[in-house]
């Protein structure tokens, strides 16, 4: 299938605006074997970019939304700065995309739009927008409590927050446990002494002794609740011991035997409520 190819330009809106209303040109259509066949005649489509909510500008927090007049979306793809896409979905006969993730705070969104008119033309726009910064963020303390701990075989992970989280599913998704030795377990939300929330990852049977982990929380611009975000990223790696007791603290406790001679040495900790924290086992009760 041939045909004489025609050149096409994109439409470049000559400034942005906080509303960002794009009118989008009659397109090229990719024909068979990657040839570009001349555009169908008719009126271009009309693409708008808002918020959700139907205010113009959009806020963190918001869901974007994309709508079309005088034709329907074909696609919409939206990625912010790391390259992840923000997803979402078609409705009203293809006249409005709405995502279904909320938009981050300060993030950098890339949005293209694709378009199909009454005529069968194509076209397509392309256009970037920034979120505004939280108004209030929020933070949190891993556990163990440094990079490289020593950790006992059935002692938790902990994740305590400095403010409540009121959205426990959309942090729970960002949160992640590895291993080189493969060990399953669950999340378990809970308040510490201090009445702060916490959530703690256990696994369902002991780790081996040995076994190198990473605890990543990948929560930069997810919402936590009552108007606060996270800024960051969070990892921590650490090595798992062998079981210690109360009455193993003086003696060779933080040492894990890899090989010969010992790899890992860590001194013992002790943490709230009496029960041990820097390494061997969580007893609870």
Sequence with gaps: MSQAPSRHRPFRPRRAVPALALAVGVGTLTACGGVEGPASQGDPVKVALGAAGGTGAVQAGDRLRVTAKGGVLTEVTVTDSRGQQLPGGLGNGGTLWTSRAKAAPDTKYSVVARTKNAQGGVGAAKESLTTAKAAGLNTLTLGP???????????????????????????????????????????????????????DWRPAQQWKPGTHGTLRAALDGVYSGGGRYFADDYDLNFTIGRSCTDSDMGRDCGKVQVSDPVEVTAPSERGEDNRTTGIGDWHDG
């Design 145 to 199: 409590g440094s990079p490289g701990s020593v950790v006992g075989p059935g002692r938790p992970l902990t994740l305590t927050f400095d403010f409540p989280v009121t959205d426990r599913a959309a942090v729970e998704r960002r949160l992640s446990v590895t291993g080189d030795r493969r060990t399953a377990g669950s999340w378990h939300w809970a308040k510490d002494r201090n009445g702060r929330d916490r959530v």
